[in-house]
């Protein structure tokens, strides 16, 4: 789903049979789904504080399937089953009884979570007659409301005193988590930061899958070497694109070792879901993100005459905000002026084109476009080295960056020097380098390199055109 915090949905759907079985789907309201389980699987004659107990956990039990996309993830087009034997019960077209439904009108908000984790609990429950397990016993509930426990009181019985109620959670449209447009080298933002920190997870269970070092959002060279080992291991297309396939199956993995459908979860702790990128670039933002869009769009704008010049100075001014529109007219985008997330991808795949055939290796006073894909901690590639080159040359003038072994590999060491960089040009000292940074290496590179060579004809101790003595 897209919002990375539970919400109640307004609709599910239920495929009434197991989930292979070929039966029908039907769609509903979350009030009336969850009113016609509670209707068929409690008594209305048993105590309120028993009934909202169990009310509670048939909630926190059916969003746990929806927020992991439990059979989504794994191809099936609807939420959840009517099968006991793997869900709740559910029987379509039944009547409701009164007082059951007017608790679920109160409650049908809220869920249970672990202390330290935001999905909903898989609360697992059983009626405890028929059937044993190791949450919540539905007619063992009676026993402890009619001896006085209010509804905490016996969730915490069975499901331990570090379960909460969340009250009050927003009602919303569910859709896809799958990103719109595959995620791949050059992609960014909170799709991406969740991508690696999923993959990060599954890697401790498959090792042979490489740790990304910084799950920043940047879809970077190590990014794209976990994504195609992943895919090699579990029989997808190892092309390193992230599209529907993908995400779900890394979706179904990370789930399935993080025990989220367990009572005995690993949990999803807030930090995990909390959105870190925004949207959208607009006018009047400042920073090294708008210099970034800056040096793609001056790079294109060599080769369009319909968008004018911009200069690289971490403004979205008019100026900037005349190119972007003049990139979305000529790529028949939306003209908002703004750079979404349509139109950054457009920029890049446009950028990405014209230096793609552009060999890359180091040649003395030779400088090279960014080359579209962030460096960072991590990322091996013949465009590090690159950098690495150029940073050498620079700290021979510069002494507090310190000389690194151009192997192509981004190691510790290459990160303190591109954060001593970062700090002696007034970046961002992220240790990453985006089109920004790498502007300013090779600009400072070029200047260096031409100011320490001298001109034909040039000669030391003599001015340009000057005869000499004898």
Not at 354 to 369: A, C, N, Q, S, V
Request: hydrophobic share 35%.
């Amino acid at each position: 789903m897209n919002a990375r915090l539970p919400f109640i949905p307004e609709t599910v759907t239920v495929h009434l049979g197991a989930p292979d079985t070929n039966a029908p789907n039907v769609t509903v309201s979350f009030i009336d789904y969850i009113t016609n389980v509670a209707s068929s699987e409690i008594y209305p004659t048993w105590p309120e504080e028993s009934i909202r107990a169990n009310i509670y956990a048939q909630i926190s039990f059916a969003l746990n399937r929806i927020y992991t996309e439990f059979y989504r993830s794994r191809g099936y087009d609807f939420d959840i089953t009517n099968s006991t034997a793997f869900d709740q019960s559910f029987v379509n077209g039944r009547d409701y009884f009164e007082n059951i439904s007017e608790i679920v009108g109160e409650i049908f908000n809220s869920y249970l979570v672990r202390e330290g984790s935001v999905e909903p609990l898989f609360a697992q429950y059983c009626d405890g007659v028929r059937v044993q397990c190791g949450g919540l016993s539905q007619w063992g509930t009676v026993e402890l409301a009619e001896q006085g426990y209010t509804p905490y009181e016996i969730l915490q019985y069975y499901y331990g005193n570090d379960v909460n109620i969340v009250t009050d959670a927003p009602i919303m449209n569910v859709s896809s988590s799958a990103p719109v447009r595959p995620l791949r080298l050059g992609s960014g933002g909170d799709e991406v930061r969740q991508l690696q920190l999923r993959l990060n997870r599954i890697s401790d269970n498959y090792p042979s899958i490489p740790k990304i070092a910084l799950p920043d959002g940047v879809f970077s060279f190590d990014t794209e070497a976990a994504v195609k080992r992943f895919q090699e291991i579990f029989g997808l297309t190892p092309d390193g694109i992230v599209g529907n396939a993908t995400w779900y199956r890394v979706l179904f993995l990370y789930n399935a070792v993080k025990k989220l459908n367990e009572l005995n979860s690993e949990g999803i702790t807030l930090s995990e879901v909390t959105d870190q990128f925004d949207e959208a670039t607009v006018p009047g933002a400042v920073g090294e993100n708008v210099k970034n869009i800056q040096y793609l769009l001056a790079y294109v704008a060599q080769f369009y005459d319909e968008i004018p010049p911009v200069t690289l100075d971490g403004i979205y001014g008019p100026a900037t905000e005349s190119a972007v529109r003049a990139f979305q007219q000529l790529f028949e985008l939306d003209v908002t002026g703004e750079v979404d997330l349509t139109t950054w991808d457009a920029l890049y795949r446009t950028y990405l084109g014209f230096i793609e055939t552009i060999p890359f290796k180091y040649i003395d006073g030779r400088l090279y476009p960014y080359p579209g894909v962030p460096l960072r901690l991590g990322s091996e590639s013949e465009v590090v080295r690159l950098m690495q080159e150029y940073l050498n040359y620079i700290a021979s003038f510069y002494p507090q960056i310190p000389t690194v072994s151009p192997t192509g590999y981004f190691g510790s060491r290459t990160q303190e020097a591109v954060i001593a960089f970062q700090r002696l040009q007034g970046l961002t000292p992220s240790g990453t380098v985006a089109a920004a940074t790498w502007n300013e290496i090779t600009s400072l590179y070029s200047d260096l390199y031409l100011g320490s060579r001298l001109g034909e004809g040039q000669y030391p101790g003599y001015e340009i055109g000057a005869e000499g003595g004898e």
